[in-house]
Structures are given as C-alpha cells and as structure tokens.
C-alpha cells in the first residue's frame, strides 16, 4: 500500500513539474513576442554604465524608493486589484471627446491637444511635438486586459500631422504602445527618449539616426533659442521580468514663446522643486494625475502631491493628466479630475482640463467646464 502511495505521489509531482516547465516554456515564448521590446545592446550599455544613475546593474532614483509603502505587500495590492470590485473603476457612459482636423493647425498658434491618460500632442513656436501616445485598444501585451474606456480612442496616428519631435518618458505599456509605435514609424521625424528606452525603437524598426537616447540634465536644441530638456522622474521601467534597464524622464520644453513641464509618471520628491529653482516659472506644466494608490505613492503621485510637486515648480498652469482613459488603480474613473479640483480650492493654480480631443490655444485662455461631472460612475 505505502509503495502504491508512493508510486502516486512520483506521478503527480512528475506531472507538477511537467505542467510547470511547459507554462514557463509557453511564458517564454509569448515573451518572445515583438510587442515586449528589446534590452539594450551592449553599445547602448556602455553608456549606460556611465550614467551617474546606474548602479548595482539597473537605474535608480535620486530617492530610495521602494515600489509598495510602508503597511502594503505585492500580494496585499494584486489581491485588491484582481479581486476588490467595491470601487466602480470604469465609466458606466461613453466618455465625451470632440475631434478635429489637425493636419492643418494655424503655425503660429501654440496649443495642445489631449487624447487620454497621458497621450498629448503639442505645438510650440512651430514644432509639432507628440508625448507618450497610446492610440490602440489595449495598454497591455496581454489582450482584453487593459482596455479603453468607450468613447476616448476616436483619435488614430493616421488623424496626426508629421511629427518633428515623440517624446517617450518611460517604457510602460500605458505610455510606449507597440501597435502606435509602428504607425508612427513614418511619421515621426525624431524620437527623444531616456537611456535604453531606444532597444525597443530599433527593434521595431525605427533607425538609429531618428533616436535620441539622454541621461537626466541633458539637453537637446532644435533652434534658435529652443531646447528640449531631459530631467529626472522617480518612477520605474521595464516591460518584462527584468526592471529598470532603460531610463525614465520628466521633459522641459523651452521655447522662445513658453516654457512646457511633462512629469511623465513618478512619486513627489525634490527634483521638482530644483526644476522650478532652475527653470521656472514654467508657463504649463503637463502632470501626473491619476491611476493613484496609497500603496505605490512613491511612483505615483496622489492629487495633493501633484499640485505641491506644481507649486514646487512655480508652474502657472496644469494640464493634470494620466487619467480617464485606462483603470489602472483602485479609484472610480472621475476621481483624480474631482479631486484635484477640490484640493485645488488651497492652491488657486489655474487647471487646463479640456474634453479629449479639444484644442487649447494657449494664447488664448478659456474657462474650462468640468465635462467629468456629466458621466456618471456604474
């Protein structure tokens, strides 16, 4: 009887091990798949390897920052994720956006438009600048997972006029998208993006000479008196089971007309304050807002910390972004919107909340209405 047992014990650990070496095989072929990137050739880790903010094998923040805070556990925060549907995440309506024709702007007009989440198209003094566009269904390499709220993808790359300048703040799957990646390709005169982040461009066929990769405090100029800056963030990256192989950034753009802040995505810390010492006053400062928890609030700022980490920068206006596109947290889908504006009630910062797909002619300041109050939650 006890050799039986046993017999039936080998069997089954047997098959255990069988069924865990075919799902890690099956993992690592799906990985394998073009949508997940690539890590940096060994030329781009020389450079790497020279940046003040690489050590121990992988970028790190100025600040120690670990990804839960204190009280959370990765386990704690999956669970409440996957499984917690007390929270309404997801519009119960289609979202409102409007759109336009963009191929053919006024070139004298500075202005913005908002598509969603943190997908912005810029133009300033001339330059048509795009920053982290996300035009597919889907923010994740697992379909059906991340999905777009009804009503907010109505814009598409091919609705884009040529682009002279993409800016990339990190290789998140909600802010470097494969699928607008390669229709861009064409488009898209000069990617600017942090160290290591371009591995995914040239696999995906961008060349080389269209790619700038740049460590914090660097800085680009594309005319006279016009410089792009690349400055810190205190975020993560990394699109697989490695981290933090390619370098996330906040942007200054600097022009001759106006200064833009782009947070990407990150925690409250100094940097924004030294920013503000350094560049300000800035005149609109495109920021992180939403798609928050308490528990990773060191990568992500919570609305307080994004109009603190705005008044740290002496910035004039805020665009608050990276919201109301995807669910990617625990909040209802209008909260960030609403909350910001409640807190704003402390700070007086003039907020730039237009519907999606709206453009703001920064030259010409308007009151905006709070359109997330018309859309109620499920």
């Known amino acids: 009887m006890k ?6 014990i080998k069997k089954m650990l047997l098959i255990i091990v069988i069924l865990i070496l075919i799902f890690g095989f099956s993992t690592w072929l799906y990985m394998q798949k073009a949508t997940f990137g690539s890590l940096p050739s060994e030329e781009s880790r020389i450079r790497m390897e020279k940046s003040s903010h690489y050590k121990n094998g992988e970028f790190q923040n100025n600040t120690y920052t670990p990804t839960f805070a204190p009280g959370y556990t990765f386990w704690g925060v999956i669970r409440k994720q996957l499984f ?21 702007l006024p070139g ?45 993808n109505s814009y598409h790359v091919q609705d884009l006029p040529e682009i002279d300048y993409l800016l990339i703040s990190h290789d998140h799957y909600d802010h470097l998208d494969y699928e607008t990646i390669l229709a861009l390709k064409d488009k898209v005169k000069t990617v600017i993006c942090g ?22 405090n660097d800085s680009i100029t594309i005319g006279k008196d016009f410089t792009i800056h690349t400055l810190p963030a ?20 600097s022009s001759p007309k106006m200064k833009v802040f782009y947070s990407g995505d990150g925690g409250y810390d100094t940097h924004f304050a030294e920013i503000g010492k350094k560049f300000g006053p800035i005149d609109v400062a495109i920021m992180e807002n939403g798609q928050y928890n308490k528990a990773w609030h060191y990568i992500h700022m919570l609305p307080e910390e994004t109009l603190q980490a705005a008044k740290d920068l002496n910035a004039k206006s805020v665009v608050p ?33 237009p519907i999606m797909g709206e453009i703001v002619n920064f030259d010409s300041p308007k009151v905006f209405k709070q359109w997330w109050k018309t859309n109620p939650e499920k």
């Not at 160290?195 to 460590?215: C, N, Q």
């Open 84 to 104: 917690d549907k007390a929270v309404p995440t997801e519009p119960s309506d289609k979202i409102p956006s409007v759109k336009r024709d963009l191929k053919h």
């Open 3 to 8: 050799k039986r047992i046993l017999k039936i």
């Open 321 to 353: 972004v990276h919201n109301s596109k995807f669910a990617l947290a625990k909040h209802t889908w209008n909260q960030p919107l609403n909350e910001i504006t409640r807190l704003n009630e402390k700070y007086h910062i003039p907020l730039i909340t």
């Open 195 to 216: 160290l290591g982040v371009g591995a995914h461009f040239e696999r995906w066929g961008y060349p080389k000479d269209k790619i700038m990769e740049e460590d914090w």
């Open 108 to 152: 004298d007009q500075n202005l913005l438009v908002w598509f969603g989440h943190s997908s912005t198209f810029l133009q300033i003094d001339g330059k048509k600048i795009l920053i982290d566009p996300v035009f597919s269904d889907n923010a994740s390499p697992l379909p059906n997972s991340v999905t777009v709220f009804e009503g907010t």
């Open 234 to 253: 205190r975020h993560k990256s990394g699109r697989g089971f490695t981290q933090n192989q390619s370098l996330w950034a906040s942007y200054l753009i």
